[in-house]
């Protein structure tokens, strides 16, 4: 029997064995292999991986058995994407997932980057609004790999920061992409909270979604992951998200492009973050460190801008996930309907919240709802008490004072 359960949403989760804290800060402990002080958190393709993880029920295998099912959902995946997409993506000197032939570069002289343009390289120089960050996109010769051209780049311009422009998945299982016509919005003033993630769908629970903006190919353009993030942090009604109705900016950073989800569409989506007096913003999207996003949070968070972020779902045998892992990060993992850290959550550097990752609802991009799991919807819920409680300090303060205590989630279901 389903039944609806008191357990979350205002800001609060019941201590439980297995998380340090839900809805309440760790300090250092047992999630997965995560430990640490508060910091300071394509497409089709993950329809089809993680739907098939959740159907075979993650909580019923070994931990050794899920790690290995882990490992290969993410190899899978992304060598899916890359057969699919390999006019458009390639792999990194890390082996990670990238936009082919593109590098991005930071703080290299007039020289260096003459030095490049005699070796073949395309040069565009770009900035970043809102962040006052220059870089240049260098263009990879023709028949050139992008870990051979970094080798490169980096021997020609050794006082510059030179990677690949990575992709970012997101965190959770729906982020197929939908006809479904965008949420309408004016422009947005006064105190806003923002999404960076897919496009977010029309919906009678998504009121709170007043503009969207595209950083990627045919963006913005309705997604299920962005539309079920976006009303779990805003939404009313039916979904009642974490801040009911809080004015919701959205950046789409995936559209229609293969390579969507990369470092410079995410730096660019913070930059206009900042540039429209955002003040907390949800990244549920999980991928390597890379020196140009790692820049952007940083400059991001001196401007004001709370991020929060989700640790992903490739299990915690899996490497530490970014954006999450950075410092000042607001990095959030998931639990069920029963306060158990989800068996397939990830990793971060360090871990300040738990809240709800599954036995839940969300906004469908048809107008209804639908049952949700991952950590992608468990950042959302933390950022949207961030925003009401207006500061991580007032959030940890809110949950300890909640602590014990209980409150209706019409969202969150347990199954018995």
């Not at 029920?57 to 490992?71: E, H, K, M, T």
């Not at 422009?187 to 999404?195: D, F, N, Q, S, Y």
Request: hydrophobic share 45%.
């Amino acid at each position: 029997m389903k039944f609806t359960r008191p357990w979350i949403v205002a800001g609060l989760l019941l201590t439980a064995p297995g998380a340090q804290a839900q809805l309440l800060p760790a300090t250092g402990g047992t999630l997965g292999q995560v430990s640490g002080p508060v910091g300071g958190i394509v497409p089709q393709v993950l329809d089809r991986v993680d739907g098939a993880l959740d159907q075979a029920g993650l909580d019923q295998l070994s931990p050794a058995r899920l790690a290995d099912r882990l490992v290969a959902a993410r190899a899978a995946r992304i060598d899916d994407l890359l057969r699919r997409h390999a006019d458009e993506v390639e792999l990194d000197d890390r082996r990670q997932p990238a936009r082919r032939g593109v590098i991005l570069l930071t703080g290299a002289r007039t020289e260096s980057v003459e030095a490049l343009r005699s070796a073949g390289y395309g040069v565009e120089n770009a900035a970043i609004e809102g962040l006052d960050l220059n870089i240049a996109r260098l263009t990879v010769p023709q028949g050139r790999s992008l870990s051979r051209a970094l080798k490169q780049v980096r021997s020609l311009a050794p006082e510059a920061q030179a990677s690949a422009d990575n992709l970012y998945f997101p965190s959770g299982p729906s982020i197929g992409i939908s006809a479904a016509a965008l949420a309408e919005g004016g422009t947005a003033r006064g105190k806003v909270a923002g999404l960076i993630d897919g496009g977010v769908a029309r919906h009678p629970a998504l009121s709170g979604v007043i503009e969207q903006r595209g950083f990627a190919r045919g963006a913005p353009r309705a997604s299920a992951h962005g539309t079920a993030v976006a009303s779990l942090i805003s939404g009313t009604g039916s979904i009642r998200g974490a801040a009911p109705g809080a004015p919701l900016l959205v950046a789409d950073v995936y559209g229609d492009d293969p390579a969507g989800g990369s470092a410079f569409a995410i730096a660019r989506a913070l930059g206009w973050m900042v540039a429209r007096g955002t003040e907390v913003v949800t990244v549920s999207l999980v991928g390597p460190d890379n020196p140009l996003l790692a820049g952007a949070i940083r400059l991001a968070r001196e401007r004001g801008l709370s991020i929060v972020a989700a640790v992903g779902n490739d299990g915690p045998a899996a490497p530490p996930a970014y954006p999450a892992s950075y410092a000042g990060v607001v990095a959030v993992t998931g639990i069920d309907g029963r306060g158990r850290v989800l068996p397939e959550a990830g990793r971060a550097r360090h871990v300040d919240f738990a809240a709800p990752g599954a036995d839940m609802n969300a906004a469908r991009v048809d107008g209804g709802k639908g049952k949700v799991r991952g950590t992608s919807f468990a950042a959302p819920l933390v950022a949207g008490r961030l925003f009401a409680a207006g500061s991580v300090q007032a959030l940890r303060a809110e949950a300890k004072r909640n602590a014990g205590l209980s409150v209706i989630c019409g969202n969150c279901r347990n199954n018995d």
